[in-house]
């Protein structure tokens, strides 16, 4: 089951992110459900508690989290540590007795409060003294309004000001002059989608085994007995090594027998196919082909080169399309894979041997020609072998494709 949010980053005065607004949502259409505000505040902190953890979305930077009146009187702020949430109070909470004992106890407790489409009354000046931010339309609201609200809160120095629904760089500018400390709107950036799918286990055993086989000395008895506790994996795996494509002269019978027949190399290739396959079962097809055509692509390239482990170019290969088959950032899928450091350098921060790699593969992908030589030459690769490289990896990702579709 997924959990939907999407966030929308706010940026300083130097355009510097300064935290995100995380938004519920119902589904991937990416517009507010049809709710009420203390539903979809609900389901916000029960999918950050359950389904995600506030860092998948936000990392070090603060999360706005709308609050209704009940939800406040309810303490669900409490749930959510005070380090990481700005308590953002929906403008249809009207100011009284009850809003204005929560905002005090809220901030003794230390946490960021911010008013939401703040709407300019007298009576709100009982509540500046706890308040960190004060959210302004800057579309809906008059320049006459805002500058009464820059008037009223100048004696609060612990007040700044966001302006919301900035959505050109002349409003920008206007913001700036006017003395606004943050920025949030579709100029700077839509609303991005994210979803977190946590593995099943059965994905987890398979990512267990390709951290496993990725050491360089394999523990034979301790992969043996991970395959032993799965009785569908193990199947996969004896069906796999007494495959027509090995061209054995006898069956092959236990666990230990297949492990040591296919090899290291083989049996990497097969675990990061069998987990992508599953990761991918709901996307189309043609996103798991061309996670294959990758991995061998990049494996091919690691061939040629001689200056890495062939074995990790290719898992390289296949993971870099993760992000997109797990509809998360791929800082967030890599934290749940025990991956080595130098793959998840290339995925994450684009460094490393493996990064350069995946870029030739990417030049190919899109026929950026012109860049893959750039590629080649850097690489000190011989650019006629290039082609072979990558129409074999073509033909081997449309072989497995055929062989997954059989099974």
Not at 15 to 42: C, H, W
Not at 135 to 142: A, C, E, L, P
Not at 316 to 337: F, N, Q, R
Request: glycine share 4%.
């Amino acid at each position: 089951m997924y959990f939907y949010a999407a966030r929308q980053p706010i940026l300083d005065r130097d355009k510097n992110l300064f935290a995100y607004e995380l938004l519920f949502r119902d589904g991937l259409e990416n517009v507010f459900p049809d709710i009420d505000g203390d539903e979809a505040t609900s389901r916000m902190i029960a999918g950050s508690q359950f389904n995600f953890g506030l860092d998948d979305f936000l990392g070090d930077k603060l999360g706005f989290i709308n609050f209704t009146l009940d939800t406040l009187l309810k303490k669900f702020p409490s749930m959510l540590p005070k380090d990481q949430v700005v308590v953002e109070i929906l403008e249809t909470v009207q100011p009284g007795k009850r809003l204005l004992a929560e905002c005090q106890a809220l901030k003794e407790q230390g946490y960021i409060i911010a008013l939401d489409d703040y709407i300019h009354q007298p009576v709100w000046r009982h509540f500046y003294p706890f308040i960190d931010i004060i959210k302004i339309d800057f579309r809906s609201t008059t320049n006459d309004v805002i500058q009464d609200v820059i008037k009223a809160t100048s004696g609060f120095p612990n007040i700044k000001l966001l302006a919301e629904k900035v959505e050109t760089i002349e409003e920008f500018q206007l913001a700036m002059g006017m003395g606004f400390s943050y920025f949030q709107g579709y100029f700077f950036s839509k609303p991005e989608m994210l979803q977190s799918k946590a593995l099943s286990p059965a994905q987890m055993t398979l990512a267990e085994l390709l951290y496993e086989t990725s050491k360089a000395e394999m523990d034979l008895a301790k992969i043996t007995t991970i395959f032993e506790r799965d009785v569908n994996l193990s199947y996969k795996l004896l069906r796999y090594s007494n495959s027509a494509v090995f061209k054995r002269r006898s069956e092959i019978e236990t666990i230990k027998q297949a492990l040591v027949v296919l090899g290291q190399l083989e049996l990497k290739k097969f675990l990061s196919v069998l987990f992508t396959a599953q990761v991918s079962s709901e996307k189309p097809a043609e996103l798991m082909r061309l996670a294959m055509t990758r991995a061998k692509f990049a494996e091919g390239i690691a061939t040629l080169h001689r200056k890495t482990d062939i074995a990790k170019a290719f898992l390289t290969g296949m993971m870099s399309l993760m992000d997109a088959i797990l509809d998360e950032p791929m800082t967030s899928v890599m934290s749940k894979l025990p991956l080595s450091k130098d793959i998840k350098d290339a995925l994450i921060d684009n460094e490393g041997l493996l990064a350069e790699y995946l870029g030739l593969v990417k030049c190919y992908e899109q026929a950026m020609w012109q860049a893959a030589n750039v590629a080649i030459e850097k690489l000190g690769l011989d650019a006629k072998l290039l082609p072979d490289a990558y129409h074999e990896a073509v033909q081997w990702a449309n072989e497995q494709m055929r062989a997954l579709g059989d099974n």
